[in-house]
């Protein structure tokens, strides 16, 4: 036994270059069975391509790509047991569902009866079982999403690759689709290799999820540390959302940083990241909003001692339900975002009312930039 | 008031397509009917009766040049879409943005001569004494001068290059709207490049495919002056026939009947290939 | 409403155009050649209340032409002799001549006796001579030295160097070079068609030897000059042209005599500019024009001495081409009945179908 069995795929060293452009640079990552992998980052970052060099759709200029182990780049597009759920589908207009699906098995030289039994079966399991005979362009945009992965699962593939299939549908199906395709990738138990540029997709549905920019992968781990843990500022930006100011490091100690921003306010924060920050170098820095506290001056809360306590004044409320914001001119006159509970009460903040801001050094991340 | 003046520009739009419709479609096409159905049974005498097509039914000659003009037609369709389907592929799918204009203009300029001029050109490069055989005489490789001329393939050949544009055009059309994804999503299911080319693009390009094969077939078995200049001393072609009738034998009764017998046969190819390719109209020509 | 408004506009349209027409234009339907642009000025400035307008056509479309209009749109038309009788008889296309008008003292008698008695219907007579000519053989003396019958084309030596124009010439030549008189036959068509059966197979069986059927004169003189071919049919206007350009290429006329076409002036039956087209009649007829007008066509006025009123040139080719027993040999196209004009392309539609190789 080697190692090579519990990875589904697992890429080394590959890059690509168009003409001088380098679309993917040196990207090395494996993924164990039965995950649900995403590669993470804004358009242009190369996702796109390393998706289509696993498909088999490019050749890569340097590194190797490995499904179940065996190197597959000597593997035609259509030999490689990969399966992709294209941007727009890609379903063929000209079928039926039901030809839509058999189309990969009849190639495989499946008899009429295997592919009957398989059409129904891959039906059943995405739960559009009475679809068969519907043409495509009489199907909604989520069966349409189902038949091309049960398109792709008929053929029990190694690796699942979805490229921003969610990208078309509107918002509400969008949310709907997110949990259905995590519930999908548990059904069959196959690795799922999906690219989008939400990281709210990435985040919902993923075991695993890498963070791309610019060819390269910044970070790769869990959801949750990559929000809670980013290692560089790339991550700590483009995960979730944040306050963000460049600054300088005034005074690094053992228990923490002292930064002071561009504007001139003076934070206390932890150094993230691999590179050490030292004294009087520039940094960026990080706040989630939600790890920001704004209650009205004179509240119990607002007393409570803080690393980081300002105050300033509303600007402005973003009434969003559950997940409301303030936003609060600071005492260096730059704005802060601050998640808060708006209940309709009397004690809600309002614009123009002075309010207290107050956080953890913990919840300030400050890389060297 | 506004209704009224609604109704009045629907009225003013529809106007010169039915002015068309009725004008120059409807009724030369019922003169022809009637006149067709006159039989001529002493100078300045008419009777009404099916006379002329009877004599198109007892006379092989006119049978066998409606045959062969229709089997040279199907031919010369095969042949401009076995040519056609891969410069459209080239155009829509592999060729850059820049170049696909440019490439499209080419196919386009022998359209910007007349058909007598085209058919000229010919005449010039395929001569006993022309380019083609002039050339061959100096290089050495025959003793004496050949005609390409006056002969079936070089009348087919001659077509096809006439109407091959024709079936680009909503060949490339109906490609360009097919995305790469469409032919990659064949592949990656696991299809060979047969599979793709049998599978996926020839359905999804079959109404630009139709489009094209009707328009072509029409063409070239409606026209006169290619086979007529290129075929010579041997064309046979059923428009040659029916100038005939109408000019050289004054025969207007029987070359309506022949006009009205080659609308419906060709028609009746057209009908023919629908249904073998269960296509309809609407979804061919009338989309491209 | 609407309609009616059409209606009138179209009506105003036309009778804008007639009247225009009536006032000044002399519409002719004619020959390619028939109406030099130097005539057309001269007469124009004798005439200045009068344009000319010209439409060249051959017998076949003008026929049909004016059959398509029962007459009407042009003013002066001009059909070969054999061409009238027929075409009155069954369309009623042209109207009678009022040959008061015309100066019919200057014409030729021979050509103006054989032009009335083929047009002549009911004491009306329907077209008066212009210019005659003949369709004979020509060769390149060169390369085929022997041509002297209409079968020669079909001669295995000449294969694939020869041509014809597959039209009613032929078969009437060829039923002559078979030794028989097409034109006698006319009044019993049952044998008419017999004849023309032969000649059909004659022809058929030609096929092979012919390397093209030409069409009009621009074709012919190209195949000649090029010398792909070296023996054809020719109308002999043709052949004298080609032997200002190669004095090899002479017109011969065929051991059993040239065929003899004249093309008439007719008057389309409704024609409205009488009085014009009599003038330009008239105005043609004059020697000096005839000149002019015969150095354009190649062929001969159908007038008293019209071969001396040839240019120099072309009275060099007449004379090298005809001597006095080829001129009594000609023979006259005789008068198309109804009827024939149909078997004649039934039986030129079998020679094209057939497959000759």
Known sequence: MTDADTYDLECTGISKDFGSFRAVDDVSFRIPSGTFFSILGPSGCGKTTLMRMIAGFEDPTAGDVCIKGKSVLSVPPNKRNVKMVFQHLALFPMMDVYENIAYGLRCAGATKDEIASKVADVLERVALPDLARREIHQLSGGQKQRIAIARCMALNPDVLLLDEPLGALDLKLREAMKIELKLLQHQFDTTFVYITHDQSEALV??????????????????????????????????VGDSNRWTGRAVEVRSDGIKVETDAGLTVIAMAHGNEQVVEGQAVELFVRPEFISATKPGTPDSDLPADNSYTGTVDGVLFNGANSRVLVRGPAGDLIEADVVVTGGADDLREGDPVRLHWARAQSMCFAS | MSQDTKRLSLILLFAPFALWIVLLILLPHIGMVVLSLREKVAPRVYEFGFGNYVDFMNEPIYWNTLMRTGSMSLLVTVLALLIGFPVAYYIAKIAGKRSRGALFLMCLIPLWVSDLIRAFGWILLLRETGVVSSLLVWSGMTDEGIEFLYNDVTVVVGLVYTVILFMIVPLVSTLDGMGDDMI??????????????????????????????????????GSYLTPILLGGKNSSWFTEQIYDQFITRFNWESGAAFGILLLAFTSLVVWLGLRLSGQSLANTVART | MKPTILCVGLLAATALTAVSASAETLRLLTWGSYAPEELIQKFEEKYPDITVEVTFSNNEEMIAKLRATGGAGFDLAQPSHDRIYAAQLEYGIYKPLDLSQINTDV???????????????????YAVPHQWGTTGLMADMTKAPDVKSWADLCDPKYEGK????????????????????PFALYSDLDQYQELLDQVADKLIECKGNIKAYWQGGDDLSAMMLSGEIVASETWDSTAYRLYDQNNNIVFIPPETGALTWIDTFAIPAKGNADDAAYKWINFVLEPENITIMSGSTGAIAAVKGGADLLPEDKKAAVNAAFTQEDIDNLKFFANIPPGVEDMEGKTLEKIKAATGG
């Open chain 1, 205 to 238: 549905m993923s075991d695993y999820v890498a963070v791309m920019n610019a060819g390269r992968f910044e970070q790769v781990g869990r959801p949750e540390e990559l929000y809670h843990a980013p290692q560089t500022a790339f991550v700590a930006g483009f």
């Open chain 2, 184 to 221: 990659e999503a064949g592949y990656n299911l696991g299809g060979n490049s047969l599979t793709v080319l049998r599978r996926i693009i020839i359905p999804y390009a079959m109404p630009g495919i139709v489009a094209g094969c009707i328009v072509v077939f029409m063409l070239t078995s």
């Open chain 3, 107 to 125: 014409m030729s008698p021979v050509h103006l006796e054989a032009v009335k008695a083929n047009t002549t219907i009911d004491g009306d007579v």
């Open chain 3, 162 to 181: 020869t041509s014809m124009r597959l039209k009613r010439t032929i078969l009437l030549a060829t039923a002559f070079a078979m030794g028989q008189d």
